[in-house]
């Protein structure tokens, strides 16, 4: 269904947004507070989408539970306008040391932007996907959904994340590929003192492919990273292991470089198991990610709208290094993957710090200011009759099911 955009002033509009972002203020922090306390880790967070879904629906949202059979996930909708926009809402955990990367705040912030955004759905010809996303540490979520259809209707997307340090620009952040996979080598057992001559020891194997990786470091290009530990390397000090597991992380900001990397650590197993005389087998353990692509004029409205809330941007590039499953959806639909500073916190991401930074009153800060930058952007979106009007024709020109491709290393 087509809706015309009504003529009332985009500043009206505008004004109407914040006033609703800060109306659902309360609401918004006591679901952030509730997702961290929760702290459920990947594809295990049942009560926090139940959280979600709760604040949605009563917030007059259509909501799905369970949406596209990916158990954790939700989908709520709301309005009818031509102009169809997917906010991220993600609320996973990291084992043992819950939301130290934040992910409460995503999910309140994702949240507090779809309810800022229905008073002016409407006059703004717009419709309101919120998808929550589960898996983002560990599993990959977002291409579970777009492989089952959740981008296909949808113009354009964006989320928020919170971090310490500088606010940064997003139309100058970028992100790496990554690929996760488990190698096994299979040796033979026999007792260490008694026949160690009659072993083929798997434990050696990977060690010494770890070994072959630490080398290897000293040569990779810029943007481009690795890591991998041992999760199985024997039973018992008087037997030699016949068998072990190395998991393996591969990343590059480049998707060539990032083919090569795994080409090259690849090798690095490879030869431990010809040193050894071990064989070996690999399989990939998740999705691989891919690097983002912000669109650049949901980026610079992104940014206006940060100066626009207090928080001005430092527009020098630079690569964060880690990865999102927001890569994939941005190399299929215009994306834009911001990024909120949690105030007086010097926390370092994935470290029991942050974790508590996730739940200071910086964060809650962060996430009323997230929610409406957020809001803003999409609305900005919606009224600028070229992006409007190059965001529809990106989506007319897509072919069914374009949006439902997985990048492979």
């Known amino acids: 269904m087509t809706v015309s955009i009504d003529t009332t002033s985009q500043d009206t509009l505008r004004d109407t947004v914040r006033e609703s972002a800060a109306a659902v203020g309360p609401s918004i922090l006591e679901l952030s507070h509730k997702v961290h306390a929760l702290a459920e880790i990947s594809w295990e967070e049942h009560d926090s989408a139940a959280a979600v879904a709760a604040v949605l629906r009563g917030g007059g949202f259509e909501v ?14 709301y309005g009818s306008g031509e102009l169809t926009v997917v906010i991220c809402a993600e609320y996973d955990a990291l084992p043992e040391v819950g939301h130290a990367c934040g992910h409460n705040m995503i999910a309140a912030a994702g949240v507090g932007a779809a ?48 971090m310490t340090g500088t606010e940064r620009s997003a139309a100058a952040f970028s992100m790496a590929a990554v690929e996760r996979f488990e190698v096994q080598f299979k040796g033979s057992e026999a007792h260490a003192a008694g026949a160690p001559d009659k072993a083929i020891n798997a434990g050696a194997a ?26 199985h390397g024997g039973g018992a000090t008087n037997v030699i292991a016949g068998d072990s597991t190395v998991q393996v992380e591969v990343r590059a900001g480049d998707v060539d470089v990032w083919r090569d990397l795994k080409r090259r650590v690849l090798a690095c197993f490879e030869g431990a198991a010809i040193a050894t005389g071990c064989t070996w087998t690999h399989r990939q353990t998740e999705h691989p990610y891919a690097p983002l692509n912000t669109h650049a004029g949901l980026g610079e409205a992104w940014d206006a709208n940060m100066e626009a809330v207090g928080r001005p941007v430092d527009t020098s590039p630079i690569f964060g290094g880690g990865s999102s499953d927001m890569g994939n959806v941005s190399q299929v639909i215009p994306s834009v993957h911001g990024m909120v500073v949690v105030r007086n916190s010097t926390a370092v991401p994935h470290h029991p710090d942050f974790t508590a930074a996730a739940i ?41 099911g374009a949006t439902r491709v997985t990048l492979e290393a």
Do not use: C
Not at 208 to 213: D, E, G, I, K
Not at 376 to 386: E, I
């Open 64 to 77: 799905t539970e369970r949406a596209y059979d990916v158990p954790t996930a939700i989908e709520a909708v």
């Open 360 to 400: 200071s009153p910086e964060a809650d800060e962060a996430i009323l200011d997230g929610a409406t930058v957020l809001a803003l952007t999409v609305l900005d979106a919606a009224m600028d009759t070229s992006l409007r009007a190059e965001l529809l024709e990106l989506q007319a020109a897509r072919v069914p």
């Open 115 to 162: 309810l800022a955004l229905k008073p002016v759905a409407d006059a703004a010809g717009l419709r309101i996907k919120l998808l929550g996303t589960p898996a983002e540490e560990h599993g990959g979520g977002k291409v579970s959904l777009l492989q089952a259809g959740a981008w296909e209707d949808a113009a354009f997307s964006l989320m928020v994340h919170g």
């Open 206 to 231: 990977a060690s010494l492919a770890l070994m072959n990786m630490a080398v290897l470091r000293q040569h990779l290009p810029e943007n481009a990273n690795t890591n991998a530990f041992i999760s």
